[in-house]
């Protein structure tokens, strides 16, 4: 669900400004409402300078595991000074690693041609004789070359050949070769200038190291000690000014849950303010609150888009639909269970702590393809089809059944996502505007006994007018009569769109089989490798092991990307959602 928002604008006055706001930052539950941007100076110096010690951050954590000494600080010079030199240092070791790379480039251009006296050139070239150098693909080398010419291959590298033609200057040298300038440098000058790069690269190493190791503490202070100043600063920025700055108003948004926290710091500081709920015009930023299930699914959902304050959080209902969509689209109980472990191991590793949730999510998603494959009798490629279970096969679903149920279940969530939509709208906006959707689960009910069920065609054949008669009247309730007939004829068109919706769960039973036939495929090719001799077992087991490895990065994939276009495409917009929420982020100092 969406936590309510409670709007407040403060008006304090000037000299109260610095002790509130640092207060309301220690608090941590303000959500200061954005203003247009104003020229400032200050912002843009501490802009500037958090990027400038990030980037010197970031590059001493490349050279070095930085290390904290208190022991040094009181010897330590300014905070500018210890930039700058950082600067220098990084400016100094970026262009010692592009002369190095240009320096590699031309030593492999060299490589060939490092043994070719060009002082015994030039005594050829002195009796009129002409060197010319070529290189070609060892495919296009042709051994009638060397009858032809005086020609010598110097060397090979990679798929290239390196030869060289010896020709009067009177003669022409015609071959399919590209025709190469000797080096400029010698090979020995060569080497010589890649040791003294490599000798002032270790020498830059070490002081950046100093640096980390001494220094890396003091700018990560400095960082935080910005920020917190950059984010006071925008919140000034986001004041409005009035009595020639002697009175700020500052406007924000904070749960209501967390009000009386801070009433009770505006009492204490005698601020006057002015309370409101929020009307989605005011754009309340969004947090949601879900059980502990619904919210591991919260990431996907903030994928595509926050709901806006007028709409209604969908995340606890496609979270149990996306798991079921990803189990029919993997489709493997074995691939399944393999998730799940890998997962597991994961989760209880230390340093991925961090992403626990998200690991939980991946569990879910092995279960459910665990339980998907297991009624469908789908282990790693091995279908219940290809193997005599007699009476047992009635046990799992044939690939007839997973079709029809693919498009079940696509009708089913469609249906679901309009009943959403009605109840939303009704609770929202009054009855008459969930009259629509209703009448959209009229139509798709009552064509579908009509035309495959045959249930109650008596009644199915009028409930489909009941139907269009919702949509037609009822598509804008606050509309004139025509022009609301007018809107709700046009809104027909949308039928054409709720079959191709429906259709769109066809993809869920096409993927859970293709991943089923491929892991067929491998599994008879690793059986045809136990035929060979001696080390038939060696490739049967390669075999299995990369097809299947390759089978389930690809098929989890799919699983993954294609519950994710019917959830936010079919689903969301049968169900009204409209999107552009923007996060709940609360104006907070660490005090820590």
């Not at 992403?355 to 459910?368: I, R, S, Y």
């Not at 009708?411 to 959403?420: K, M, P, R, S, V």
């Amino acid at each position: 669900m969406i936590v309510p928002m409670l709007k407040y604008s403060l008006v304090i006055y000037h000299k109260q400004y610095d002790a509130l706001i640092h207060r309301l930052g220690e608090l941590g539950i303000f959500h200061v409402q954005a203003t247009e941007a104003r020229a400032d100076d200050t912002l843009k110096q501490i802009t500037t300078q958090i990027a400038r010690i990030e980037r010197a951050r970031d590059n001493l954590q490349k050279h070095t595991s930085p290390i904290k000494t208190k022991a040094l600080e009181r010897h330590m010079q300014s905070d500018e000074e210890v930039l700058s030199e950082i600067e220098s240092l990084i400016s100094q070791w970026e262009e010692l690693k592009f002369k190095e790379a240009s320096l590699a480039a031309e030593i492999a251009q060299n490589l060939p041609w490092r043994n070719i006296n060009k002082e015994y050139l030039e005594i050829l070239q002195k009796h009129n004789l002409n060197v010319f150098c070529f290189a070609c693909h060892k495919m296009h080398f042709k051994d009638a070359w060397k009858e032809q010419y005086m020609l010598e291959v110097v060397g090979r590298h990679r798929d290239m050949v390196f030869f060289m033609i010896l020709a009067p200057n009177h003669e022409r040298v015609q071959v399919e070769a590209e025709e190469v300038t000797l080096p400029e440098h010698e090979w020995d000058d060569l080497l010589s200038k890649q040791n003294a790069i490599c000798n002032d690269m270790d020498k830059v190493q070490k002081q950046l190291s100093f640096m980390a190791h001494h220094y890396f503490g003091r700018l990560q202070e400095k960082l935080t000690t910005l920020e917190e100043s950059l984010a006071i600063e925008k919140v000034l920025l986001s004041s409005l000014e009035t009595s020639e700055g002697k009175i700020l108003i500052l406007e924000g948004f904070i749960p209501e849950s967390k009000e009386q926290q801070l009433i009770h710091l505006l009492d204490e500081h005698t601020v006057t303010y002015l309370k409101k709920k929020p009307l989605s015009d005011d754009a309340p930023p969004i947090q949601l609150m879900n059980n502990r299930f619904s919210r591991l699914f919260e990431p996907l959902g903030k994928l595509f888009s926050l709901p806006s304050y007028k709409d209604m959080d969908l995340t606890p209902f496609f979270a149990p639909f996306f798991l079921l969509f990803f189990g029919f689209c993997l489709g493997d109980a074995v691939y399944g269970l393999l998730i799940m472990l890998v997962a597991t191991l994961f989760k209880r590793k230390k340093k991925y702590q961090a992403h626990k949730p998200l690991l939980t999510l991946v569990q879910f998603f092995g279960l459910a393809a665990i339980i998907v494959g297991t009624v469908t009798g789908t282990f790693l490629g091995v279908n219940h089809d290809g193997i005599d279970l007699g009476s047992y096969h009635s046990l799992f679903l044939d690939q007839h059944q997973l079709f029809y149920v693919a498009i079940a279940l696509g009708i089913f969530q469609i249906l679901f996502a309009q009943a959403l939509q009605a109840y939303h709208r009704m609770t929202t906006q009054g009855f008459l505007y969930g009259l629509v959707p209703i009448g959209w689960m009229l139509v798709i009910l009552s064509v579908i006994d009509l035309s495959v069920a045959q249930y109650i065609p008596f009644v199915s054949g009028n409930t489909v007018y009941a139907g269009l008669a919702l949509i037609i009247l009822f598509a804008d309730p606050k509309a004139g009569i025509l022009k609301g007939l007018g809107k709700g004829i046009w809104s027909l068109y949308g039928i054409t769109g709720l079959f191709g919706d429906a259709l769109s769960y066809i993809r869920l039973f096409a993927l859970g089989v293709s991943s089923s036939i491929l892991g067929l495929v491998i599994n008879s090719m690793a059986y045809d490798a136990l035929g060979l001799s001696y080390f038939g077992w060696f490739f049967f087991i390669v075999i299995l092991v990369i097809g299947h490895s390759l089978n389930l990065g690809v098929a989890a994939l799919g699983a993954f990307v294609h519950p994710l276009r019917l959830t936010f495409v079919e689903f969301y917009k049968n169900a009204g959602f409209e999107g552009g929420g923007k996060e709940y982020k609360p104006f907070f100092i660490n005090q820590k």
